[in-house]
């Protein structure tokens, strides 16, 4: 678990102290600082890159002659900012103390040259929005506004009792963030500039989920740039919903697409050693609840086809992978492809996630899910149970073994239904308690966009037919939310991860420059 240290709010007397401590003596705040939780203790450990954000803070040069003292003391908080930035995973490019058009030139340069994800405009006091402009045109990327007072408030009995007004100014001054905020707005309206707000004071528990919240969103999409989604073999053929445009898919999210071959798979399958399927057979029995009814030959089976995913992953770096085949009976593609599942699984525990009939938006879907830590296994709508006012959704085929309510079992199918042949299978629910749902959408005249959903993963008797199954309760219920899902036009699987982190799921969307639809 990450933790982040962020300021707390002095009080009284020492407030007052450290006020004129600051103001009077240069000197920078240092105070002791309490520890937040990073995320939910319902997430794993999530993968992807350190993103690289900008941050800059504005200020008017005309006010550091007037108030000697006051332009180190705002430089100090906005240190404070980047702390917590960093504390998040961020690799922050600081372009320092913006407050002339020259140096908001350099600064917007120097995030250019960066390729920066976002850029984090913290406000120190009132500032020209000319000092702005140019770092947000320049970066060409979106701005968060952070509009964050030193205090909860000023001690008005304290401030007004200082007796001098040139001192009263300074120490307001110091206060007055929010004074440039609908200026900043206005220019940014006007040139069509994307923009956010953080909007609270020093030490608000808020204000840091918020800064943390936007540096997992800027990991998803600068990691989303650098990935490769394998598509092997073809979609299930009649699923109209499932075929996608990945021209569309490569421009929106910046991923790279292999297009694989069964042939190459088959090649790598039969170079599996013995070794090797005997080191992944034990790897099963550590990771999976092996029941007794599996066959020696079926596990022998499928750690050879999982072994052959492994050089598959590794020889193509990918970062997900969408895939389904059919082949006819006795060929060997046939026997690759029904012997996948349990290789497929591991993968997707370990940040590899699988969709299976080779739903290339969920793949990209389940993979945002792990890069914010929540998982994401493979779902789709089984039925509504409308006694306990819940929807049970589940899928054969790849799951989220490390999402798991209890150990994931790894049982023998007599048949795949809807798809040819026999093999195991993984059984299991999702971990009891706060659940976020994810799709991507591709609707009318091809708009790209998020769909989520916040609900409740709760127990309760599943189907146990050899597939993940969970009930799921949602603010609405069942017959509303199954009706206002289903209205978005989403396809019929979608990516299911614990934890809430729809928030993060918006934020990613900003990002990216495409909505974001919450249904609850």
């Given at each position: 678990?990450?933790?982040?240290?962020?300021?707390?709010?002095?009080?009284?007397?020492?407030?007052?102290?450290?006020?004129?401590?600051?103001?009077?003596?240069?000197?920078?705040?240092?105070?002791?600082?309490?520890?937040?939780?990073?995320?939910?203790?319902?997430?794993?450990?999530?993968?992807?890159?350190?993103?690289?954000?900008?941050?800059?803070?504005?200020?008017?040069?005309?006010?550091?002659?007037?108030?000697?003292?006051?332009?180190?003391?705002?430089?100090?908080?906005?240190?404070?900012?980047?702390?917590?930035?960093?504390?998040?995973?961020?690799?922050?490019?600081?372009?320092?103390?913006?407050?002339?058009?020259?140096?908001?030139?350099?600064?917007?340069?120097?995030?250019?040259?960066?390729?920066?994800?976002?850029?984090?405009?913290?406000?120190?006091?009132?500032?020209?929005?000319?000092?702005?402009?140019?770092?947000?045109?320049?970066?060409?990327?979106?701005?968060?506004?952070?509009?964050?007072?030193?205090?909860?408030?000023?001690?008005?009995?304290?401030?007004?009792?200082?007796?001098?007004?040139?001192?009263?100014?300074?120490?307001?001054?110091?206060?007055?963030?929010?004074?440039?905020?609908?200026?900043?707005?206005?220019?940014?309206?006007?040139?069509?500039?994307?923009?956010?707000?953080?909007?609270?004071?020093?030490?608000?528990?808020?204000?840091?989920?918020?800064?943390?919240?936007?540096?997992?969103?800027?990991?998803?999409?600068?990691?989303?740039?650098?990935?490769?989604?394998?598509?092997?073999?073809?979609?299930?053929?009649?699923?109209?919903?499932?075929?996608?445009?990945?021209?569309?898919?490569?421009?929106?999210?910046?991923?790279?697409?292999?297009?694989?071959?069964?042939?190459?798979?088959?090649?790598?399958?039969?170079?599996?050693?013995?070794?090797?399927?005997?080191?992944?057979?034990?790897?099963?029995?550590?990771?999976?609840?092996?029941?007794?009814?599996?066959?020696?030959?079926?596990?022998?089976?499928?750690?050879?086809?999982?072994?052959?995913?492994?050089?598959?992953?590794?020889?193509?770096?990918?970062?997900?992978?969408?895939?389904?085949?059919?082949?006819?009976?006795?060929?060997?593609?046939?026997?690759?492809?029904?012997?996948?599942?349990?290789?497929?699984?591991?993968?997707?525990?370990?940040?590899?996630?699988?969709?299976?009939?080779?739903?290339?938006?969920?793949?990209?879907?389940?993979?945002?899910?792990?890069?914010?830590?929540?998982?994401?296994?493979?779902?789709?709508?089984?039925?509504?149970?409308?006694?306990?006012?819940?929807?049970?959704?589940?899928?054969?085929?790849?799951?989220?073994?490390?999402?798991?309510?209890?150990?994931?079992?790894?049982?023998?199918?007599?048949?795949?239904?809807?798809?040819?042949?026999?093999?195991?299978?993984?059984?299991?629910?999702?971990?009891?308690?706060?659940?976020?749902?994810?799709?991507?959408?591709?609707?009318?005249?091809?708009?790209?966009?998020?769909?989520?959903?916040?609900?409740?993963?709760?127990?309760?008797?599943?189907?146990?037919?050899?597939?993940?199954?969970?009930?799921?309760?949602?603010?609405?219920?069942?017959?509303?939310?199954?009706?206002?899902?289903?209205?978005?036009?989403?396809?019929?699987?979608?990516?299911?991860?614990?934890?809430?982190v729809a928030p993060e799921i918006e934020k990613t969307a900003a990002l990216?420059g495409i909505e974001c639809h919450q249904i609850c």
């Open positions: 678990m990450l933790y982040i240290d962020f300021p707390a709010q002095a009080s009284g007397a020492a407030k007052h102290a450290e006020a004129r401590i600051v103001y009077h003596k240069n000197n920078n705040i240092h105070c002791a600082l309490p520890k937040l939780p990073y995320t939910s203790s319902y997430m794993i450990e999530s993968s992807g890159l350190n993103p690289t954000v900008g941050l800059f803070g504005i200020g008017l040069d005309t006010y550091w002659a007037q108030f000697p003292g006051l332009e180190e003391r705002l430089k100090g908080y906005q240190a404070e900012t980047r702390t917590i930035l960093e504390g998040a995973g961020a690799r922050v490019i600081d372009a320092g103390l913006v407050d002339t058009v020259e140096k908001a030139r350099a600064a917007g340069a120097l995030f250019r040259e960066k390729r920066v994800s976002v850029v984090f405009l913290h406000i120190t006091t009132y500032a020209l929005s000319q000092t702005v402009l140019p770092v947000a045109r320049e970066a060409g990327v979106p701005v968060i506004i952070i509009n964050v007072q030193p205090a909860k408030k000023i001690d008005y009995e304290w401030f007004n009792g200082l007796g001098d007004r040139a001192l009263m100014t300074g120490e307001w001054l110091a206060h007055c963030q929010s004074c440039c905020v609908p200026e900043i707005a206005n220019v940014f309206n006007r040139n069509g500039i994307p923009y956010h707000m953080i909007t609270g004071f020093r030490g608000e528990a808020s204000v840091v989920r918020e800064l943390q919240g936007w540096v997992r969103s800027a990991r998803v999409a600068e990691t989303l740039r650098r990935t490769n989604v394998g598509i092997l073999g073809h979609y299930y053929e009649g699923m109209l919903d499932v075929y996608t445009d990945v021209t569309r898919m490569a421009g929106v999210f910046g991923i790279q697409f292999n297009l694989i071959e069964m042939d190459y798979l088959a090649r790598l399958h039969n170079n599996v050693s013995p070794a090797q399927i005997e080191a992944k057979v034990a790897q099963f029995r550590r990771e999976f609840e092996v029941v007794p009814e599996c066959e020696e030959a079926e596990l022998v089976r499928a750690a050879r086809t999982s072994c052959a995913l492994d050089a598959l992953v590794n020889e193509k770096k990918l970062g997900a992978l969408a895939y389904y085949y059919e082949g006819t009976a006795g060929n060997e593609h046939q026997d690759i492809v029904t012997s996948v599942i349990a290789g497929n699984t591991l993968h997707t525990a370990h940040h590899v996630p699988v969709s299976g009939e080779c739903e290339v938006k969920n793949a990209i879907a389940m993979k945002i899910l792990d890069l914010l830590g929540a998982g994401g296994s493979f779902s789709e709508f089984y039925l509504i149970d409308y006694e306990d006012d819940v929807v049970l959704w589940g899928h054969d085929g790849p799951a989220h073994s490390a999402i798991a309510e209890g150990k994931v079992k790894l049982v023998p199918l007599p048949l795949y239904h809807g798809k040819p042949g026999k093999g195991l299978s993984i059984q299991m629910s999702v971990r009891h308690g706060p659940v976020t749902l994810l799709s991507v959408v591709e609707g009318a005249g091809g708009k790209v966009f998020l769909l989520t959903a916040e609900g409740e993963s709760v127990p309760g008797p599943t189907l146990q037919i050899g597939n993940t199954n969970s009930r799921y309760r949602f603010p609405l219920s069942a017959r509303e939310f199954s009706e206002a899902w289903s209205r978005e036009g989403p396809a019929h699987h979608c990516a299911i991860g614990v934890g809430h990216l």
